[in-house]
Nanobody
């Protein structure tokens, strides 16, 4: 089992920044992909960003390119999402997830383990 705990959400004004953190514990994978998803009520959970186990390969949804940055700290078993120039449409519950994966980054929704989510609210 893997436990993922997100932190760093909150309320911020449009144009502001937040940094989400996700700490992983429990079972470890030799190769994996980690992702950040977000979900608003009544809509599907969308992949926002993903990163390979090495940190060398990243993916960003078009809506966040140039504003969000995903990174990892393997020594701390952590993944981060730096969110800049936030917009009201970024308001959502953000989830981190991990997928045991021997490729680079996994872009589908069937990740193996999920955190509990952290609320991000951007006011206009």
């Amino acid at each position: 089992q893997v436990q993922l705990v997100e932190s760093g959400g909150g309320l911020v004004q449009a144009g502001g920044s937040l940094r989400l953190s996700c700490a992983a514990s429990g079972r470890t994978f030799r190769r994996y992909s980690m992702g950040w998803f977000r979900q608003v009520p009544g809509k599907e959970r969308d992949l926002v960003a993903a990163i390979s186990w090495s940190g060398a390969v990243t993916y960003y949804a078009d809506s966040v390119k140039g504003r969000f940055t995903i990174s990892t700290d393997n020594a701390k078993n952590a993944v981060y999402l730096q969110m800049n120039t936030l917009k009201p449409e970024d308001t959502a519950v953000y989830y981190c997830a991990v997928k045991q994966y021997y490729g680079d980054i996994y872009l589908h929704h069937d990740y193996d383990y999920w955190g509990q989510g952290t609320q991000v609210t951007v006011s206009s």
